[in-house]
C-alpha cells in the first residue's frame, strides 16, 4: 500500500471512533499485531499479538467506560510504513468521571494492516481516573 492508502486508512479508523466505533480498529489489527503504551503507569508495557491487544488492554480498558471512547483525529500524518495521529479521547468511567485524554499514536503499517502502535498520553490522568487493568 502507499503512504497515501496508509493514511486513508487510518483516517477511516479515526472517523469510526469518532462515532465511538472500535471494529474498523480491530478489523485493521493484523494477526501479530503490537501495541506499546509508553510510561510507567499499570497499563504502560507491550501488547503483542491482536488476541493480547484485545483480552488483556481493549477488554479492561472498555469494562470502565459507560460507552466505547470517542477519539478526535486532530492531525493525521504519514511518511513511508509510519502513520502518526494526534487525538483527543472522551469518555465516562461507570464512577461518573470523565476520561478525556490526548494521544499520540505512532502506527508502522504494512500490506494494509496495522503492525505496530506506540501510544503516547497523559500517564498522570491514567494514573487518577483509570483503575489498574486486572482489578475489575
Given at each position: ?6 493514511k ?25 499485531f503490537?501495541?506499546r ?16 491487544v ?7 480498558l472498555?469494562r470502565?467506560?459507560t460507552a ?17 495521529a ?7 468511567t461507570l464512577?461518573g468521571?470523565?476520561y ?6 505512532v502506527?508502522?503499517?504494512a500490506?494494509?494492516k ?11 490522568l ?11
Open positions: 500500500m502507499t503512504v497515501t492508502d496508509n486513508a486508512l487510518i483516517q477511516d479508523i479515526m472517523d469510526a471512533r469518532a462515532r465511538r466505533d472500535p471494529n474498523p480498529f480491530i478489523a485493521a489489527m493484523a494477526d501479530d503490537v501495541w503504551i509508553t510510561g510507567s503507569t499499570a497499563w504502560s508495557g507491550e501488547y503483542v499479538g491482536k488476541a493480547d484485545l483480552e488483556r488492554l481493549m477488554k479492561p472498555h470502565q467506560f466505547p471512547t470517542s477519539l478526535t483525529a486532530s492531525r493525521i500524518i504519514a511518511e513511508g510504513d509510519y502513520v502518526v494526534e487525538c483527543r479521547g472522551n469518555a465516562t464512577t468521571e470523565l478525556a485524554n490526548t494521544y499520540c499514536f502506527i508502522r503499517m500490506d494494509g496495522l503492525r505496530e502502535l506506540t501510544e503516547y498520553m497523559d500517564t498522570a491514567v494514573e487518577r481516573v483509570l483503575r489498574p487493568p486486572g482489578s475489575q
